[in-house]
């Protein structure tokens, strides 16, 4: 038996609560180890002390007393937990996350818009044809571009919504039966 595991049984092993089997291995391993024979005689000095305390003996008014410091103590006030400010972090993450994407995909839609373009002007000679070259080089983001924006927009005007909601209709009636609940 290791001492790691006869820590944790010592205060059972003192009261007899161990079965008889873990009761033997715990006496086996106190007679061959000296830390753990040390703390169970602090242990049987800790339970001997606690045996001999008296009661205390409490003034009159002491739970009178205790509720008047209690009543000056400053009231605690609760985390506030701010449902605008939780969607103002939200909406700047998605369009930073947005954005860091565009920039992301913008050096390769760069590196293709350079790329049709020279092959276009090298081509043709014209610029137009370097346009049209870049804009078909730039359609495949489009859709992506797009579908990604009006993603975020969706989702932020549905957070927008439910928050105003809850906070115009559901809080109200909330607050009603919480004030009602504590006149009782």
């Known amino acids: 038996m290791r001492c790691s595991s006869c820590s944790n049984d010592l205060d059972r092993y003192l009261e007899g609560t161990l079965s008889p089997a873990r009761m033997r291995a715990m ?7 000296d ?4 703390t169970l005689d602090e242990l049987k000095v800790i339970d001997a002390l606690l045996a001999t305390t008296a009661p205390v003996d409490l003034a009159p008014n002491f739970t009178y007393a205790v509720m008047a410091e ?10 506030r937990f701010s449902h605008w400010g939780l969607l103002t972090v939200y909406t700047i993450g998605a369009w930073v996350a947005l954005v860091a994407f565009w920039l992301f995909a913008r050096e390769t839609a ?7 373009s020279n092959n276009a002007i090298a081509a043709t000679g014209s610029t137009f044809a370097a346009l049209t070259a870049g804009m078909h080089a730039l359609a495949p983001y489009a859709p992506f571009v797009v579908i990604s924006v009006l993603l975020v927009m969706a989702i932020d005007a549905a957070f927008f919504g439910a928050i105003f909601f809850y906070q115009r209709r559901i809080r109200p009636h909330v607050l009603a039966t919480i004030a009602i609940r504590e006149e009782r």
């Open 70 to 79: 209690v009543r000056t103590m400053p009231q605690p006030r609760a985390f």
């Open 27 to 33: 006496a086996e391993h106190l007679r061959t180890c």
């Open 35 to 38: 830390e753990c024979r040390a």
């Open 110 to 116: 760069t590196a293709t818009l350079a790329s049709a």
